[in-house]
């Protein structure tokens, strides 16, 4: 989704270690780059940017255009799905060169328990919400955008979150304001969480996507996860079920083993150039005490130096913990998101952090994408993976 709006409180530094391999990397490589980008368009370097940000935001603009049908699934943090809403999208632009703006509009299936109509009047089944436009101002200051037009992924990050709370009260409840804080039987985001952040992925076997968004509560905790599947068109192809009873048992079997792949980073904004391309291997097992053992290593660029990543976890239900504080949600699917256990404990120590979103849609193909945060809690850049089993 190209412009939902959160209120993300981008003052209050949330911080974390977390030893992913693009936040070692990027920090080295971003100065090399951005010295030979700034020579390379020395003659007229506005006119070279403003054309390179209105290509990239025109082709992000294309790979959200059209309608989507799909549903909308709120899990909390140990990967239970709490709710699910089915959903429409219809996404269109209006305007030209620098002015062109994104407009969506999201529709909402209504609870039948507050429907009084028949199951024959469709139409007034689904309230409408519009969503905040994107352009070229938006897109750049308030959702940071992380874009890869090639690989068809995306990260952004938003201000507020009205959107969701629309979603849950007309899909589950039936109505716009109950008038009460806590809606009974419902879990609703903070009015103002310290991160909203959602990682996008494109499927590689058809024409779908899945928006999956992580909300941090005001303290840096993860208060909830919401994963939007859809399909471009009028009508959904068969979706899978990210229903609780799907893997339960085993939703960690299908990402052991080894993986050998390569990751792309990019520089947060429009106008964010690559900063770092390497080759990665990770590989994910469980000794003979039940712990989870993952070591990641990269190189980078080609060369023989890269880095190499060592974390020992545990796991409980579809919820693991590695030392240093870093978990992941295992979701229905063959998905998994990650990030810090606690973001504001680490915001003394001064450590970077990145949240992280992974799907396995074909057995032995995945896809990542890692949005990583400075000291301060904004969004500095993001990584693409593309990996295989081996």
């Known amino acids: ?49 403003a054309s390179m940000g209105i290509d990239n935001l025109k082709r992000f603009f294309d790979l959200n255009l059209g309608k989507w049908v799909g549903s909308f699934h709120q899990f909390d943090g140990n990967g239970n799905l709490m709710q699910k809403v089915n959903t ?39 309230a409408e919400y519009k969503i905040k436009e994107t352009n070229m101002f938006t897109v750049d200051k308030y959702q940071q955008i992380g874009f890869f037009p090639n690989e068809r992924a995306f990260s952004l990050r938003y201000q507020t979150a009205g959107m969701i709370e629309t979603v849950l009260r007309q899909g589950v409840l039936g109505e716009d304001d109950t008038g009460e804080e806590s809606p009974k039987n419902l879990k609703l985001p903070s009015r ?34 919401l994963i939007f599947l859809e399909d471009r068109g009028e009508r959904a192809l068969s979706l899978p079920s990210l229903d609780n009873d799907v893997d339960r048992k085993n939703r960690i079997t299908p990402f052991l083993g080894k993986w050998k792949g390569h990751s792309l980073t990019k520089r947060t904004g429009v106008y964010g150039a690559t900063v770092a391309e390497g080759d990665t ?45 870093y978990q ?63």
């Open 281 to 325: 291997i990770s590989l994910l097992g469980m000794d003979d005490k039940g712990q989870l053992i993952q070591d990641i290593s990269s190189t980078s660029d080609g060369r023989d130096v890269g880095t190499a990543v060592h974390w020992t976890g545990i796991m409980s239900d579809n919820l693991v913990t590695f030392e240093g504080g």
């Open 192 to 225: 103002k969480p310290s991160i909203v952040c959602e990682n996008c992925l494109y499927s590689q076997e058809n024409d779908r996507r899945a928006r999956a968004f992580h909300i941090m509560n005001p303290k840096g905790v993860l208060e909830m996860l």
């Open 328 to 390: 992941l949600t295992l979701l229905p699917g063959g998905m998994y998101m990650g990030c810090p256990c606690d973001i504001a404990k680490s915001v003394a120590e001064s450590k970077s952090f990145h949240l992280e979103f992974c799907w396995l849609e074909a057995p032995g193909k995945r896809q990542r994408l890692i949005r990583t945060y400075d000291v301060e809690g904004l969004a500095v850049s993001s990584t693409y993976f593309s990996e295989t089993q081996v």
């Open 1 to 49: 989704m190209a412009s939902i709006c959160f209120h993300s409180l981008s003052h209050q530094p949330f911080s974390n270690k977390s030893p992913s391999l693009p936040r070692t990397r990027v920090s080295n490589s971003k100065r090399t780059t951005t010295t030979t980008r700034t020579t390379s368009v020395k003659d007229n370097p506005k006119s070279n940017q």
């Open 88 to 126: 429409r999208l219809s996404v269109s632009t209006y305007g030209q060169d620098d002015l062109i703006s994104l407009i969506q509009t999201l529709y909402i299936k209504q609870s039948s328990s507050s429907n009084s109509i028949s199951a024959c009047d469709e139409e007034l089944e689904w």
